[in-house]
T-cell receptor, first 116, second 113 residues
């Protein structure tokens, strides 16, 4: 069964508004969660690493003021896309590990964001 | 720079027609190689982890193998339900505790009856 739950599965918003995406670890605590973005026929691109109780670590080229990440508890990380624009339309996926650093990542089912 | 290249980009097989998917990688010290299956509109589903050259893992009709430069995902007698995009990812051994994964673009597999 799924170990990572993501919500919503899809969202449509107007340009200039903000959207929040939630990622929950089920039945385990995740001190670290990873947020990915995927364009059609492209590989998953790591956007940021979410750390419980501390600031997220963003990949080069990802605007931290636009993609706000909050990891307030050991089971919940949120990604907020602020002042969304059509170019932010994409598939956002979160992930977490059940075990140590060599364990596989388990992914949520993703959120399809469409900005009109 | 660490890279992961998957081939072919797309593969169409008739049901029962076995084949292999390739994942070649360049990484400064391989910590682990991961195979995932992704269905349209869904997140990737974990299949296998391989840690060292010569290692093999099997699950139903799938078998993953690893060499020092590439990995193969062999599909034996595939069924239509095996249709999906198969993703390969590598984890570098750089001493980082975050365990970052580098993904390839995937192979889109279609199995027709």
């Amino acid at each position: 069964g799924a170990v990572v739950s993501q919500h919503p599965s899809w969202v449509i918003c107007k340009s200039g508004t903000s959207v929040k995406i939630e990622c929950r670890s089920l039945d385990f605590q995740a001190t670290t969660m990873f947020w990915y973005r995927q364009f059609p026929k492209q590989s998953l691109m790591l956007m940021a690493t979410s750390n419980e109780g501390s600031k997220a670590t963003y990949e080069q080229g990802v605007e931290k003021d636009k993609f706000l990440i909050n990891h307030a508890s050991l089971t919940l990380s949120t990604l907020t896309v602020t002042s969304a624009h059509p170019e932010d339309s994409s598939f956002y996926i979160c992930s977490a590990r059940v075990g140590g650093v060599e364990s596989p990542l388990h992914f949520g089912n993703g959120t399809r964001l469409t900005v009109t | 720079e660490d890279q992961v290249t998957q081939s072919p980009e797309a593969l169409r097989l008739q049901e029962g027609e076995s084949s292999s998917l390739n994942c070649s990688y360049t990484v400064s010290g391989l910590r682990g190689l991961f195979w995932y299956r992704q269905d349209p509109g869904k997140g990737p589903e974990f299949l296998f982890t391989l840690y060292s050259a010569g290692e093999e893992k099997e699950k139903e009709r799938l078998k993953a193998t690893l060499t020092k430069k590439e990995s193969f995902l062999h599909i034996t007698a595939p069924k239509p339900e095996d249709s999906a995009t198969y993703l390969c990812a590598v984890q570098a051994n750089r001493g980082s505790t975050l365990g970052r994964l580098y993904f390839g673009r995937g192979t889109q597999l279609t199995v027709w009856p």
